[in-house]
Each structure stands twice: as structure tokens, then as C-alpha cells.
T-cell receptor, first 109, second 113 residues
Framework: EDKVVQSPLSLVVHEGDTVTLNCSYEVTNFRSLLWYKQEKKAPTFLFMLTSSGIEKKSGRLSSILDKKELFSILNITATQTGDSAVYLCAVGGTYKYIFGTGTRLKVLA | NAGVTQTPKFRILKIGQSMTLQCAQDMNHNYMYWYRQDPGMGLKLIYYSVGAGITDKGEVPNGYNVSRSTTEDFPLRLELAAPSQTSVYFC????????????FGQGTRLTVV
């Protein structure tokens, strides 16, 4: 059975801290791994990773994929209160995306 | 540039009632999905479709039905609403599952009382 597991489930940090969110997966016919940010509405797309070892960056956010060990991490440096959200990891298999339970991040001022 | 459009945005149903959640996309995507999200949880796949006339069950299909008669539309039917179906429902579409993201509608918040 396909499975995507995220950790930690929730996290509280102070502004300026660096956080690392984890996503491990067991999905048949892996095609891609996606990270989304969700703030009370629909998820918004952050990154897509398909190749191992290549870091994707966007401002203070970065992500990397390890296809041998079947996991990905999402790093957020110098966190801001606007980073407070649920971060979702999704893995694309042959015909569908399977999502993890998400990591709820709260950044305190 | 509408993307994925879901209607209605909110709905309250009584136990045993039926309804259809509508989803339409204008990006000519072959792949479409229905997810539900319970409070504090991730997204669970209900049904998906890889093209008109082709649908398949996801992780939590019980109590739901779908059809896909056109590329654009992918309605989700609840036949006998139960309190356990209280959730937020998201429709999404994509060109595929590799090298492409999934685009989401704004969601339908459904309460069954």
C-alpha cells in the first residue's frame, strides 16, 4: 500500500529559527515529490522534485530529495510569522498523488 | 484564467440527503482527483480519473461516486450523507503525475447534521 509519512506532526518555533520538515514515502512507481503550503484554504505549490540530490530553492525555502533512502526534507531558514501554515508532502505515483498528514508549523513573533 | 473551479463553497446536508459536488477545469488536464481533508489532517484521495470515461477508487471511496463524461468536469456524488462525511473536499487536476504539479480548487466545506 502506498504511504507518505511526514514528521514532525507539529512544530512551534520563534521568528528567525531554522526548521527542517521531513517526508518519507513508499509509493509504487515513483514519478515526483511535491511540497505544498496550506493556509486555511487550498494548498499552494512550493516545489517539485524528481531527481535525487538536486536542491530546489526559493528564497528562504529549499528542498532536496533522496530517492535511494526514499525521503525528502523541506528547510525554512530565518522563519517569519507568515511561514505559519501546514506543509504538505505529496508523492506522484503512476496515476495519482498520495499526500502525507502534513506538518503544522507555528512561528511565534 | 479560471483553473479549477468547485461549487458550492459551503453546504449543510441532513443525514440521508444526497448531493453532487461540482468540479471543472479549463486547463485540458487529463488527470483529475477528489480529496477530502478532515480537521488537522492531510488529504485523503477519494477517487481519481486519468481521462474521460476512466475513473478509479482512491484510499477512501466508500459513500461516494464519480463520473467523468468530459475532460473538463469531474463531479463527486454523495448518495446517503452521513456525519462521517463532514469534511472539506478539494478537487485537483494535473497533466500527469511526473514533472507536473497538481492544481487545486478552492474547496467545498460540507457539514452533515
Amino acid at each position: 500500500e502506498d504511504k507518505v509519512v511526514q514528521s514532525p506532526l507539529s512544530l512551534v518555533v520563534h521568528e528567525g529559527d531554522t526548521v527542517t520538515l521531513n517526508c518519507s514515502y513508499e509509493v509504487t512507481n515513483f514519478r515526483s515529490l511535491l511540497w505544498y503550503k496550506q493556509e486555511k484554504k487550498a494548498p499552494t505549490f512550493l516545489f517539485m522534485l524528481t531527481s535525487s540530490g538536486i536542491e530546489k530553492k526559493s528564497g528562504r525555502l529549499s528542498s532536496i530529495l533522496d530517492k535511494k533512502e526514499l525521503f525528502s526534507i523541506l528547510n525554512i531558514t530565518a522563519t517569519q510569522t507568515g511561514d505559519s501554515a501546514v506543509y504538505l508532502c505529496a508523492v506522484g505515483g503512476t496515476y495519482k498523488y498520495i499526500f502525507g498528514t502534513g506538518t503544522r508549523l507555528k512561528v511565534l513573533a | 484564467n479560471a483553473g479549477v473551479t468547485q461549487t458550492p463553497k459551503f453546504r449543510i446536508l441532513k443525514i440521508g440527503q444526497s448531493m453532487t459536488l461540482q468540479c471543472a477545469q479549463d486547463m485540458n488536464h487529463n488527470y483529475m482527483y477528489w480529496y477530502r481533508q478532515d480537521p488537522g489532517m492531510g488529504l485523503k484521495l477519494i477517487y481519481y480519473s486519468v481521462g474521460a470515461g476512466i475513473t478509479d477508487k482512491g484510499e477512501v471511496p466508500n459513500g461516494y461516486n464519480v463520473s467523468r463524461s468530459t475532460t473538463e468536469d469531474f463531479p463527486l456524488r454523495l448518495e446517503l450523507a452521513a456525519p462521517s462525511q463532514t469534511s472539506v473536499y478539494f478537487c485537483a487536476s494535473s497533466r500527469g503525475t511526473g514533472g507536473t504539479e497538481a492544481f487545486f480548487g478552492q474547496g467545498t466545506r460540507l457539514t452533515v447534521v
